[in-house]
T-cell receptor
Framework: DSGVTQTPKHLITATGQRVTLRCSPR?????VYWYQQSLDQGLQFLIQYYNGEERAKGNILERFSAQQFPDLHSELNLSSLELGDSALYFC??????????????FGPGTRLTVL | DAKTTQPPSMDCAEGRAANLPCNHS???????VYWYRQIHSQGPQYIIHGLKNNETNEMASLIITEDRKSSTLILPHATLRDTAVYYC????????????FGAGTRLAVHP
């Protein structure tokens, strides 16, 4: 158990819909990261937040957005869903978010299926 | 961040050492080498990291060549639970910690 929690574990929805994935970081961690893992693209970095502010962006679609709240939990919002958005979505957290000594702890993931 | 190259798959007998190679020939002086693994569809798990010197922890050892162009992750006594995809990642010291995962090496440990 990494200490990072993600809800829900599974999510099944239809194309065109909007969903919200939630992540609670380990106690004391200020940074939250979101990753997407699909069969054809592998593990891809989406976005990072540090203490409520966006810190780094990866290949995140404009239909996707995220935020980190004052209590440091984070939400990833996916809208206008397409079949290709079906994937595992992982959240990770780390103490600071900068510097090579900062190990990331990953949550168990949310499996999203878009029908 | 430097590109890393790993073999797509490897086999190892249970109880033997598993040696997983990684090539990072374009690595720069301020890039660390990190190893993570992913067991089935669980979240990736940190294993070890290093810059120049060889490193060892309770999970594994990391051997980095003197020119830093390649490294080897060593699991000294592989068990069936070590069956996973192993990712070698290089990124810059002081840069933001976004991990860029490649395809990794799928290690199968068999009895």
């Amino acid at each position: 158990d990494s200490g990072v929690t993600q809800t829900p574990k599974h999510l099944i929805t239809a194309t065109g819909q909007r969903v919200t994935l939630r992540c609670s970081p380990r106690s004391g961690d200020l940074s939250v990261y979101w990753y997407q893992q699909s069969l054809d693209q592998g593990l891809q970095f989406l976005i990072q937040y540090y203490n409520g502010e966006e810190r780094a962006k990866g290949n995140i679609l404009e239909r996707f957005s995220a935020q980190q709240f004052p209590d440091l939990h984070s939400e990833l919002n996916l809208s206008s869903l397409e079949l290709g958005d079906s994937a595992l979505y992982f959240c990770a957290s780390s103490v600071s978010g900068q510097g090579a000594m900062d190990e990331q702890f990953f949550g168990p993931g949310t499996r999203l299926t878009v029908l | 961040d430097a590109k890393t190259t790993q073999p797509p798959s490897m086999d190892c007998a249970e109880g033997r050492a598993a040696n997983l190679p990684c090539n990072h020939s374009t690595i720069s002086g301020n890039e660390y080498v990190y190893w993570y693994r992913q067991i089935h569809s669980q979240g990736p798990q940190y294993i070890i990291h290093g810059l120049k010197n060889n490193e060892t922890n309770e999970m594994a050892s990391l051997i980095i060549t003197e020119d830093r162009k390649s490294s080897t992750l060593i699991l000294p006594h592989a068990t069936l639970r070590d069956t996973a995809v192993y990712y070698c990642i290089a990124f810059v010291v002081g840069g933001y910690n976004k991990l860029i995962f490649g395809a990794g090496t799928r290690l199968a440990v068999h009895p």
